[in-house]
Every structure is written in structure tokens, then in C-alpha cells.
């Protein structure tokens, strides 16, 4: 979702959906590696850490999802506001959680921006641990199409 937002920086009304954008992504290689270690923990003792695991190979294991060193040590340069940049353009802010409201780092998004419609579509469980990697096929779908047909 950075990159797509990156790309899009400066092309001004350039549609954008997004489906639980990442908007810090140390913040979500630190999740990633919290939910490593109890996984780890579970079923083969406890797990390396980054720095040495980098050191070792290269890159990270998140949870099959091979991390290079540079996308891990530039990650911290980065997040989704700075990469969507100043210009306006629609975008779809979509969360696979249906709660009383949208998480903190979305509706921050949300706040800093006027051109965002946010949208919660149920899932039953973790984006972590959802085994296929794949978001929640039919109602995300359904909320993009309608929200691309209003354009």
C-alpha cells in the first residue's frame, strides 16, 4: 500500500483504495515479529532475533513472508500520510474490523486528510493469521465497487 500510495503522490485525483493499508511499517514488522515469537514459542522454541537473523541470512522469516534487510532498515523512514503526500485525490481507507470504531492509526489518517471514506468490513480473525494471506473476499469487494461507482 506505500508504494501504491508513492506512486500515486503526485497524480492529483488519482483514485486509491485501500485495504488494511500498513501506516507504519516498524510498527508492523514489530507486530509481525510479536506474532513470530508466540508462534515460535508454540512449536519450536524461542525464535532468533531479527538483528542476528538478518545477520545470518539476509532477510527476515515474518511468518513465511521473506524481509530483506533493506526493506526492514529503510522501513522506519516511512509511512502511509508521508507517502500519500499533499494532493487530494478520493481514497478508500477499508478495515477488516468490525468494532465501534476505526483503529487509532486509521482515524488519524482520517483526520489528517479530507479526501478519505473509511469503511469496517467484518473478519474473524488476525490479517496475521489468515492462512491463504488474502484479505476477506465478498463484502471488501462489495464496499470497493460501490465506493468506486460513486466516483
Known amino acids: ?5 508513492a506512486a500515486l503522490r503526485d497524480r492529483p485525483g488519482v483514485p486509491l483504495a485501500l485495504w488494511e493499508p500498513v501506516t507504519k511499517p516498524r510498527s508492523f514488522f514489530r507486530e509481525g515479529l510479536r506474532a ?3 508462534h515460535r514459542l508454540s512449536s519450536a522454541g524461542p525464535p532468533e532475533e531479527p538483528e542476528a537473523e538478518l545477520a545470518r541470512q539476509g532477510y527476515l522469516d515474518l511468518l513465511g513472508i ?6 526492514y532498515e529503510t522501513s522506519a523512514e516511512h509511512t502511509l500520510l508521508a507517502e500519500l503526500g499533499e494532493v487530494p485525490r478520493p481514497l478508500l481507507l ?8 476505526l483503529r487509532r492509526e486509521y482515524q488519524a489518517v482520517v483526520d489528517a486528510r479530507g479526501d478519505v471514506t473509511a469503511r469496517q468490513c467484518p473478519c474473524d480473525e488476525s490479517w496475521w493469521f489468515i492462512p491463504d ?7 471488501a469487494v462489495a464496499v470497493t465497487g460501490e465506493w468506486v461507482r460513486s466516483l
Request: proline fraction near 7%; charge should be negative.
Open 1 to 5: 500500500m506505500l508504494a501504491a500510495a
Open 94 to 101: 477499508v478495515q477488516f474490523e468490525d468494532t465501534t470504531g
Open 36 to 38: 513470530r515469537a508466540v
Open 66 to 71: 521473506p524481509v530483506g534487510r533493506a526493506f
Open 133 to 139: 494471506r488474502s484479505a476477506p473476499g465478498d463484502e
